[in-house]
């Protein structure tokens, strides 16, 4: 069987800044930071004091009187669930399609966090005279706290579940845990189904909240995360020399991937064609990513193949084969220097021609649903013409020193507007994962 092309025909999103898509887009447009003290938990003692949280979420504003059968789960997949309906409700799907070939793929972190009674149960079962672990005092603690359906709960893969039972999918269903490259990866190999012909509809992205204690101080202990404690709002500054980690961030972004000839059958709208994806390992280390960047450059170059790109073509005005990159672009040292060194091995010359910037300067990061929320960013830069700023960038750093578009959006429309994107997804333990969108057109016998 040939292989079959694969659009969006439905984005939704659970942001810092918001879920409405045009709302949000306007915010990042407009260069708003979502980044402030943290509510979640008293973060006084800690050593980073803020995040970019998710305000006042309510499951029932997307669900109505059915968030009632999703009570029991976490945050993260109450995420998933809002944004699922808004993807689903803009593609159209409710009653157009076989459920039997629609699937689910998700990056999705872990769900609930029963924190209280795990920590009371470890208090309980230290014996601080002889310094070791009490263990039956420690489990007669632990079960009076147990609850079973927060331990169900936090399977990562029942976000998945809820999802499929929320919309009635039974075709293949997934879960991945990549880290930070989890909801590109999703993405990518959800659309790899469609086009192996395992299913018509996925819908795939990715969910996720570590605005919790564990989550938070186990990053504070790797000093992987800022602590511009004075100054939460220009904390993220990916690309800028001064930037010292990354903001811990909390959503969702869902996208409903959609078999070219399915769509246009039911007379869906569009909205771009996923090209092509490429996924590879770093095989380096599990707390730092090759500082060649061997590992970003083959996603990105295999993203590219996939979709028949030369990264050193121009067209006819001059203008580079790729028109934008939402960068992985997290804050931290290593991180933005290497991806910038990927960069540059797959475009060569041409590297600082291509704008490459990021928006977790804006809405910090998601962790597993990074990924998703910025390829909904190319979504709606092709859409509109125009591609998000790095804010919080005023002393480039030249180990970085390409197109980040500091400061300010730019408006691409004179030039051509946005045709394809790239969007990089790198994960702790050396995971990296591209995907490339572009402005659909149908092929001249369509």
Known sequence: MASRRVVITGIGWVTPLGDDIDAVWDRLVKGHSAIGPVSR???STCMTTFAAEVKDFDLSKYLGDRANMHARAGLSTGFALGACKSAWDQSGLEGQVDLDRVGVYLGAGEGVLDYDPYMSANFAGWNHEDRKLDAPAWATKAFEGMRPEAEVEQEPQLTASHLAMQFGMRGPTLCCMTACAAST?????????IRRGDADVMVAGGSHSMIHPLGMTGFMRLTAMSTRNDDPATASRPF?????????GEGAGILILEELEHAKARGATILAELAGFGSTADAYRITDIHPEGKGGAGAMNAALAQAGLDATATDDTGRP???WINAHGTGTQENDKTESAAVRRVFGERAGDVPFSSIKSMMGHLIQAAGA???????????????LPTINLTDVDPLCGLDHVPGEARDLNEAGGVDVCLSNSFGFGGQNDTVCVRKFVASPDQ
């Not at 990866?185 to 189904?193: N, T």
Request: net charge negative.
């Open 373 to 387: 929320v910025e390829l909904i960013s190319c979504v709606q830069a092709i859409r509109t013409g125009v591609i």
């Open 41 to 43: 938990f008293d973060a």
């Open 240 to 248: 800028d020399s001064s930037r010292d980690g990354f903001v811990m």
């Open 321 to 323: 084969s790729v028109h």
């Open 185 to 193: 990866q999703a993405i990518g190999e959800g659309a790899e189904i």
